[in-house]
């Protein structure tokens, strides 16, 4: 049986925060990987294969690292990654004992990395000193595949990993609790290259000829979804927040995706991330989805990845008015 993390939470800060400074915490995020999720091969594949990496990089210097949580936290490792493989000296102490010094060295490190890594700010709030020296994994892990991506392109990262969270959101009404599904590297270029896939060929094709495939699905959607008094008229953005995506699904299938489940009006890229990765779980459990799909690119309105969907639905359900008036 799984724990109650929300109820946890709760719990743990009636107990060490006083009431007083409880207003301090409204607002504050926090996502934890479901129990299931750190027990995913995938993601224990993940690990080793960063450990390793790390251990390769600095195996000169005599650092052998055995635990991401554990050995990462106090800025150590990172400092001497970013001066091997970024040449990024730095002036801080080489072993910090205190946990004030600790945050002050992973900060100076994490500045430093900020200026090299130049990635989006939605990528680098991924992570952050307190996330780092707290043990969190999943910020570890977030950070460390940015740093081999960027200063290792070559590696050829396991492809796919994701993890079922909780986020975790206090408020003046209490702590909101939703989970969903946050992947961790992308599809890798061996799944983007995957010619069994038919979409990768009707890509090669002009663009009337992609043009004429998306306006045979257009129509099918639109047939499907006119008893909901929906339309679409552009494939390249109206699935992106999921709603329709998950709409379409439900009537195919002949059920109503009740409106708890998801986000009807999301407005954030974590509530499309949750439709999209509930959209992708249905197609899933009926075994539809032959190709992997990372729900990011659906909400990136990635043309392969959406097509991949609603083709796997048009071919599936394309029948399904015929059926029904004969």
């Known amino acids: 049986m799984d724990l109650d993390y929300s109820e ?12 007083e400074d409880i207003e301090g915490f409204l607002g504050e995020k926090r996502k934890i990987i479901q129990p299931q ?3 995913d091969p995938k993601l224990e594949e ?3 294969f960063l450990i390793d990496w790390i ?3 600095l195996h000169q210097e005599h650092i052998v690292v055995k635990s991401l949580e554990e050995d990462l936290f106090d800025g150590l490792i990172l400092h001497h990654l970013l001066a091997r493989l970024g040449d990024v000296k730095l002036d801080v102490e080489e072993i910090a004992l205190t946990a004030t010094a600790q945050k002050r060295k992973l900060r100076v490190v994490m500045d430093a990395l900020k200026q090299k890594l130049r990635l989006p700010e939605e990528a680098m709030q991924k992570w952050s000193v307190e996330q780092i020296h707290s043990r969190d994994l999943l910020a570890t892990l977030h950070l460390l595949v940015a740093m081999a991506k960027h200063f290792k392109p070559e590696l050829e990262l396991p492809a796919s990993v994701s993890v079922e969270v909780l986020l975790l959101e206090v408020s003046k009404n209490g702590i909101k609790s939703e989970k969903m599904i946050e992947y961790i590297t992308d599809q890798g270029v061996v799944a983007e290259e995957d010619t069994s896939n038919p979409m990768d060929e009707l890509l090669k ?16 959607v639109n047939k499907n979804l006119f008893n909901l008094g929906l339309s679409v008229s552009s494939m390249d953005s109206q699935f992106s927040d999921g709603v329709i995506l998950i709409l379409l699904i439900g009537q195919l299938n002949g059920y ?10 999301p407005t954030t890229t974590s509530e499309m ?12 459990d009926q075994g539809l989805l032959q190709h992997p799909v990372a729900p990011e690119d659906i909400v990136s ?8 969907v609603l083709y796997t639905l048009f071919k599936k359900y394309k029948n399904k008015g015929r059926a029904e008036d004969s």
């Not at 094709?205 to 099918?220: D, S």
């Not at 309105?301 to 991949?308: F, G, R």
């Open 301 to 308: 309105q990635d043309v392969k990845a959406t097509l991949s």
């Open 205 to 220: 094709l002009g663009a009337q000829k992609v043009n004429t495939v998306k306006q045979a699905i257009l129509h099918f």
């Open 256 to 265: 109503f995706v009740h409106l708890n489940d998801f986000c009807f009006r």
């Open 37 to 39: 999720s750190l027990k």
């Open 8 to 19: 946890i939470f709760a719990q743990a800060s009636i107990e060490t925060k006083p009431s």
């Open 273 to 284: 991330l949750r439709n999209v990765s509930l959209a992708l779980e249905l197609l899933k």
């Open 55 to 57: 251990n390769g990089s």
């Open 46 to 48: 993940l690990k080793t």
